[in-house]
């Protein structure tokens, strides 16, 4: 039985060559207990492979979390309690190890490395994974392009930092997509609502402009109406196309106004 679990699997790789043969180092040092040894040394070598699994655990989580924080996980928080409370069952096994028969030992480490690491590793350092893949796909999209610049500031600067805003928020899909656009529709009558006033106000607001703003809303609008028969990463990508879309649009109605827009500022 410890032989079989202690094996590793290919399903257990989470893509990324350090974190891996760092998992693979844990099996390794774990299958350390159940080697063959005399009767009466059974008990140390358990013992000694425990307190060697704990501490390379340790180095392991230290380093998972580093990696995790390079790279903007947005769940690290999470990941790094679920760390701490495998490190807080290891410190209470290890102090119920006197008190423990041999073959209660041999059986219990077995299936707490399961939970540990198997379980751990199968259900949430692959979710880590899964968010890399996802962030590769979107590199190079919702990012800000100085060709999106229509020499504006206050402008240039929401888009900026809408991009990357927008980008986190689909990464981490704290929301479901339908709130997402939900949200991003609200959010964008209400800035065109400003926008209008304020071009308002400067008399340089023109029906062609007007016209833009209510194209965009109409693209997202049907966005959301076909969503249901998007898939996930479909959607995901129409988003973010939209978004570029949105900026080169928009851009382009406004360099109609520019002239006046940089008269009357
Ligand atoms: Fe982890
Ligand atoms: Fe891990």
Redesign the pocket.
């Known amino acids: 039985m410890p032989e079989r679990i202690l094996q590793w699997k290919e399903e257990y790789s989470i893509g990324e060559e350090e974190i891996d043969s760092q998992h693979k180092r844990l099996f390794e040092i774990a299958a350390g207990a159940f080697s063959i040894v005399s009767p009466s040394e059974r008990a140390a070598k358990v013992k000694e492979t425990i307190r060697r699994l704990v501490e390379y655990t340790r180095f392991h989580?230290d380093e998972?979390e580093r990696f995790m924080k390079e790279e903007l996980y947005p769940h690290l928080d999470t990941?790094k309690e679920?760390?701490e409370e495998i490190i807080i069952s290891m410190n209470a096994f290890m102090r119920r190890i006197p008190e423990m028969k041999i073959q209660e030992l041999e059986k219990e480490l077995a299936f707490s490395i399961q939970s540990w690491f198997i379980d751990?590793?199968t259900q949430?350092?692959k979710q880590i994974q899964a968010w890399l893949q996802k962030k590769r796909r979107f590199e190079g999209l919702l990012e800000w392009n100085e060709e999106y610049a229509l020499k504006y500031e206050p402008l240039d600067s929401a888009y900026k930092a809408i991009l990357p805003e927008t980008k986190e928020m689909i990464l981490a899909r704290e929301e479901t997509p339908k709130q997402l656009l939900a949200r991003l529709e609200q959010n964008l009558i209400q800035h065109y609502r400003d926008e209008e006033a304020y071009l308002q106000s400067k008399k340089i607001l023109t029906p062609e402009h007007l016209l833009a703003h209510k194209k965009i809303i109409d693209i997202l609008q049907n966005l959301i109406k076909k969503m249901r028969f998007n898939d996930q990463n479909m959607l995901e990508r129409d988003l973010a196309l939209f978004f570029q879309g949105y900026l080169t649009r928009h851009k382009h109605s406004l360099l109609m106004n520019q002239e006046s827009l940089s008269i009357s500022l």
């Open positions: 989580f998972e990941h679920l760390h751990h590793i949430k350092d």
